[in-house]
């Protein structure tokens, strides 16, 4: 009996723990990234460019150039399985997609709606629903082709790095291929995309800074003052309605939106109210905003309150900066910054009547029932919303400055 | 096929594991789409309808061993209702638990098939988890409950971390409106819903084995508690990260949870693990259920030895496994079966049983009272 048992467990052993047909990683290849254009000429069919990582040239006695050890393949088809399948023929390795952290789609695709794709992305076993989801103001083949970040071979720090600068710049919306299917399935219909493209800026291009007061602020791909570094950057918000891109928000009213649905740390520069000209850079804090959404007279009408604290990102010395009264004069300027970028946000959304961060979420408990809740019209309810921001930031650690701690010249012994 | 006594730890694992297995598969996408958004309220209620429920029929049971010495749950039936009708209703039970084995082999064939075993036709882990029931049939039920309780450790402990890892994707307001689709879909549902957990029974039908009385009543609090817990914070994750409308709209809800966690660049795919988790408690609760099965036939036929029914059994479920066409059939047959039928044949018998119990103590009061006179 023991002898049976023992050739059970063998057999057990080698057949069900993948011995039998086994793969060397280096028979794989691994599909890195995924872009989608419209075929030129065709009404129904996509040109999906793949990018493909070759595991055997990263190995450790590889010499492989940094172009040698990716490749990337372009297929006419007219579904992502079509093309999944065309570029597993092309390669002559097995392709795996599990790997895929991108998923790029050119404007001209997004604005004729991308509820085909991504729908089967999410039903897919082949794909993950943490994929990363982008909009490219050029052709999604370009886009993957220029996307070379200094010091980066992989796609997936690519994106990696696009969630931390979010967090820390706040200048467009990151979602995954789950939240925006989410969102756009739900009754609100609308989702936001974070939108890039191939910059074709120099340091001459004019940007228009987050300081700035004027309505049109914030920067896009076209006007970002830089030169170096990738050429694929990602700057602004792509607004999805029904599955249909309609518009998009350039970096300060991209910030304006993410504070209203994420913690951030942001720098934010403001310009001394009492008119000096001087300008003050603070590392921006903010807390998830108290949302009150009511229906009043058939008409939502929504309290916003957006709390943060801010810290002053230089030592300074002057002696008048570090009284009480200079430092409330900074932080309701502060505030209205921060309540400038929310208006600059709401106003464009509520023009598209995209609800893309969920206000109406916020009345669900005021809601009897679900049903009653989603047969209202929430994009009408949205676009004719009466919103009402506050902003109330704080400004910490004023001690560092020794003239507040001494009460005079930060210098006299 | 002689048990010795079940502790009350092992007790509690045999509601754990008999109950778990579908909350890894197709169970929370069916709760959300026909409870939304008051789903784990609904398993809270189904919970403790469940408890009640098992709670009375096992006072009932412990009041006739007060006096029946050695017996079976069988002649527990039969003294309240008849023996025939004793025999019909184990042989109806044993059905119920075959259903209910057939749904859960051909669902977890339909997830391994696509997932782990791609390239696979449906019957190649059909006949692979029918081998391997073979083999783990062959232990005693108290070994493999006493293995149910160190998995519940282990799948509680995945369970757990799953919750915490998915926190920062999950949005509190998407568990609202708390009624769900109001009130009386919610309270229905709470009614049919006890459904998900008959297979639960299995405490009170193996009670004439238990070492203590107080011990399975235990058990029972433990067992129920445990996994209305671990259903709750499955369906709360669900319905924070995936919403209502989605949720509702995939098959398996916390395989799909599992697949958004994301450690780090250097530890990806670490759904495998909870794939692990869900795999053997799957497969222990397929062999406790072709157990419990036997045992009931072995009651209702009144055979002495019951080994040669095993293989019968497992041959059955295997090959009606097969006979569903698609895993659309067997969500569709899985809900015409759990919210219909178990709930409808759980309070009949309880019912039955209560009227029983009822007319034979007036019966013996009577008899006591005329005694006096």
Known sequence: MRCVWVVMISVCL????????????????????????????????????????LPQAFAGDSKAKDDEKARIVSVKASSLSESYKLVSLAMNRQLNATHIVGFVFSEDVAKEGIYDIVSSMNKSVLFRNSVVLVVSQDSAKTFIEKNKAPFEVFPSRWTESLRDNQMRSGAYFVSDAREFYRRSREPLRAGVLTYAGVTKGSLETKGKPITSASEERGYTVDSLPREGGSEAVA??????????????????????????????????????????????????????????????????????????????????????????????????????????????????????????????????????????????????????????????????????????MHGGDAFAM | MRERGISHREASALVWICVLPSVFLLEPSMSIARAGTSAYLVKVGSGLLFFALAWWVMVMVGRYAERAGAFTFGDFLAHYLSKGVARCVLTLWAGLFLVHL???????????????????????????????MMLGVRYRLTALLRTSYLLALFAGGLVAVLVLLLLPMMQAELLLPWQGYGHAVTSREVVFDVGTWCAGTAVFLLFPMM??????????????????????????????????????????????????????????????????????????????????IVMLLVDALAVREGRPLTMLVISLASVCALLVSDLASTVQMGAMITYTAMPAMLFVMVGAVTVGYVLRRRDTCAMRVGRND
């Not at chain 1, 280096?26 to 990018?51: K, N, P, Q, W």
């Not at chain 1, 599955?243 to 951030?264: D, F, Y």
């Not at chain 1, 009284?323 to 309701?332: I, N, R, W």
């Not at chain 2, 997830?111 to 075993?117: G, I, N, R, V, Y």
Request: proline share 1%.
């Open chain 1, 14 to 53: 080698l057949f069900t723990t993948g011995c039998r047909s086994n793969a060397e990683i280096d028979d794989y290849s691994y599909a890195m990234m995924i872009g989608v254009d419209r075929a030129e000429g065709e009404t129904s069919e996509y040109v999906f460019t793949y990018r493909v990582i």
């Open chain 2, 102 to 132: 057939i749904l859960l082999m051909r669902t977890v064939a339909e997830s391994t098939a696509k997932t782990a075993l791609g390239q696979s036709e449906i019957s190649l882990p059909l006949v692979l988890f029918g081998g391997a």
């Open chain 1, 235 to 404: 700057v602004g918000s792509a607004v999805f309605v029904d599955w249909k891109m309609v518009g998009t928000l350039t970096s300060a009213e991209s910030l304006g939106g993410t504070m209203l649905e994420k913690v951030l740390r942001v720098p934010l520069d403001i310009v001394d109210p009492r008119g000096t000209g001087q300008v003050y850079s603070f590392g921006v804090r903010t807390s998830l905003p108290e949302i009150d959404v009511r229906i009043e007279n058939g008409r939502m009408v929504a309290d916003i309150t957006v709390s943060g604290v801010a810290e002053m990102m230089e030592l300074r010395y002057e002696a008048d900066e570090q009284s009480g009264d200079v430092y409330a004069l900074l932080e309701q300027e502060l505030g209205r910054a921060v309540e400038s970028s929310v208006h600059a946000y709401l106003k464009k959304t509520k023009e598209w009547g995209a609800d893309c961060i969920g206000l109406a979420n916020h009345y669900r408990k005021e809601s009897a029932t679900l049903t009653e809740w989603s047969q209202r019209d929430w994009q009408t309810l949205y676009r004719d919303a009466d919103i009402r921001v506050h902003a109330s930031i704080i400004i910490k650690r004023r001690g560092y400055h020794r003239d507040e």
């Open chain 2, 211 to 292: 070492r203590a009385e107080e011990g399975a009543r235990r058990a029972l609090i433990g067992g129920v508690a445990t996994v209305m817990v671990i259903k709750c914070a499955v369906l709360l994750s669900a319905l924070s990260v995936f919403g209502s409308v989605v949720g509702a709209e995939r098959s398996f809800l916390f395989y799909e949870m599992a697949k958004l966690v994301h450690f780090s660049q250097y530890i990806q795919r670490v759904e495998a693990i909870f794939v692990c988790a869900w795999v053997m408690v799957v497969f222990l609760a397929m062999i406790v259920f072709v157990r419990v």
